[in-house]
């Protein structure tokens, strides 16, 4: 099996590193294209006012100053067009991409192009606990074997695997639960400074409040329950039911 590697954080990231280790868990045929700088939460984005600079690092090895949707469409269209992945493994991102955070992440956006280019793709990220020193054990443990058991499976066509692993040592995870993405609270923190001259200037946050908008069980509730969160997502945004409604409302 030919697997590509891609992330956000960048291709020197401890995460990364992690996500090596397991791939060559799967397959000694490994391929790194990764961001030469961190894009975390540059979501599904392309670089297309300004040129990009692919830099091979070593063999099957290779560094892209763009965005993770950047370094898949480099590798697969590219570097890998005489024979393309199997697979494309996209972490491990350091944090969890979960709930809403979907729509953000740079390392689901990795796997997300894979897929549009009609290869399999998982997106795997580590939850961390705060006021804890990042612990990688969890997701270094079980990243093949969930990667395994998801591979096995027949997919549909537009569906990527989002993977994450939660906050607990590698011995402590209470099972392993395919569940829908959820919905949480947005709480998103805007602080307001001021520079040197006086000017306003923003950092936009990164928290979320913990509160579920829905009971039923999802990626929130599974890594709060010390489960890894398997959650398959669809690249389909078409809403059925919202077509018919306005297809009946522009006919009148």
Not at 59 to 88: Q, S, W, Y
Not at 212 to 225: I, K, P
Request: glycine letters at 6%; a negative charge; one cysteine or more.
């Amino acid at each position: 099996m030919r697997i590509l590697l891609a992330n956000d954080d960048g291709i020197n990231s401890t995460g990364f590193s992690v996500l090596e280790r397991i791939a060559r868990e799967l397959s000694d045929d490994v391929w790194v294209c990764a961001p030469e700088s961190e894009q975390s939460a540059a979501s599904h984005s392309l670089t297309i006012h300004r040129p990009l600079r692919l830099r091979k690092i070593e063999e099957k090895r290779f560094a892209v100053d763009g965005t993770p949707t950047d370094c898949v469409l480099l590798a697969i269209n590219h570097v890998m067009k005489d024979k393309r992945p199997d697979l494309v493994l996209s972490g491990v991102n350091h944090g969890r991409n979960i709930a809403e955070d979907v729509t953000y992440s740079g390392t689901i956006a990795a796997a997300m192009e894979a897929t549009l280019l009609g290869i399999r793709a998982i997106a795997f990220s580590q939850q961390f606990a705060d006021g804890r020193r990042p612990d990688w054990e969890t997701a270094g443990r079980w990243g093949a074997e969930v990667a395994r058991k998801a591979i096995a499976t027949d997919w549909p066509d537009q569906v990527l695997v989002n993977v994450n692993f939660p906050a607990v040592d590698p011995d402590a995870v209470t099972g392993i639960a395919v569940v829908p993405h959820g919905l949480r609270k947005i709480g998103d923190v805007l602080e307001e400074r001021l520079d040197p001259r006086g000017r306003t200037y923003f950092w936009i946050g990164t928290s979320r409040t913990e509160e579920a908008l829905q009971g039923d069980e999802t990626d929130v509730s599974a890594l709060r329950d010390g489960r890894i969160a398997v959650t398959p997502l669809h690249l389909d945004l078409n809403h059925a039911a919202a077509i018919q409604s306005l297809r009946r409302t522009f006919a009148e």
